[in-house]
């Protein structure tokens, strides 16, 4: 039986990953399924706690019994957390966010013209991690902020940096590209925390790695 350890805590999630506009027909994505942010949500759940969901284009069956809102773009993500942060005791950033959108979106498909092409000019999205961390330090509240990294290289110097620059209590990083985590049904992890501690997560079902992130947030929630 799974210990309801979680009851009466409020967790908010995003999943998925985040597209930006080129024209109507084309955008700029990533290969995040949404299988670690649901599997997230599925746990938390069986925990006790009252589940929110940000899904970002996921195309998996629903989680039952979580609260989903749906969204498409970076921006669209920042604007649902940004709605749904407030009261919650941890949120957990699972999503892949795009750093950069076309500062343009066509009104209509770009045609081939027999020139060179026409260069994307991009600019830079909200932090939406960074920006969870400096809301919580202006208003008092006791959160817990939890992040992934996707990392490709030198994951740990990498993750460490990461966790250093977002100021989130947990940084669970993970390697992908080569067939690794993005769509899979197993992760595998290194959870480092802001304290200095560091937890191994051996390849294991996505909600393995799920469960022990709840371990670690329930550690650090008050009461
Ligand atoms: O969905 P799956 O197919 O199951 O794959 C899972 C996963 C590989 C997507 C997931 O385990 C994972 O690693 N998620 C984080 C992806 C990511 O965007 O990593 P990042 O290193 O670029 O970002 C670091 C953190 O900052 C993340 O928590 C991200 O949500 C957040 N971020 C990033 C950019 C931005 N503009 N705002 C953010 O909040």
Redesign the pocket.
């Known amino acids: 039986a799974v210990e309801p350890d979680l009851t009466g805590k409020r967790v908010l999630i995003?999943?998925?990953?985040t597209r930006e506009a080129i024209d109507p027909v084309r955008f700029i994505g990533n290969?995040?399924?949404?299988?670690?942010?649901y599997a997230l949500a599925r746990t938390a759940a069986a925990r006790g706690a009252d589940v929110t969901v940000v899904a970002a284009n996921v195309g998996l069956p629903d989680p039952a019994g979580v609260h989903l809102v749906r969204v498409g773009s970076?921006v669209e993500l920042a604007e649902a957390v940004e709605a749904e942060r407030a009261g919650a005791d941890a949120v957990v950033?699972?999503?892949?966010?795009a750093?950069f959108r076309p500062v343009n979106s066509a009104a209509s498909k770009i045609k081939k013209s027999g020139t060179a092409p026409a260069p994307i000019e991009l600019v830079e999205?909200?932090?939406?991690?960074a920006g969870l961390v400096v809301s919580r330090e202006r208003e008092g509240t006791a959160q817990t902020i939890v992040?992934?990294?996707?990392?490709t290289d030198d994951v740990i110097a990498n993750g460490r940096a990461?966790l250093a620059r977002?100021g989130c209590d947990l940084l669970v990083v993970?390697q992908?590209g080569g067939g690794k985590?993005?769509?899979t049904d197993d992760?595998k992890a290194t959870v480092l925390g802001a304290d200095g501690t560091v937890v191994d997560v051996p390849t294991g079902p996505?909600e393995d790695l799920a469960d022990r992130v709840w371990d670690l947030v329930a550690e650090r929630l008050p009461g």
């Open positions: 995003s999943a998925g990953g290969h995040s399924s949404g299988r670690q942010g970076a950033m699972t999503a892949a966010v750093d999205n909200p932090d939406i991690l992040g992934f990294a996707a990392e990461k977002k993970n992908v985590a993005f769509g992760n996505k």
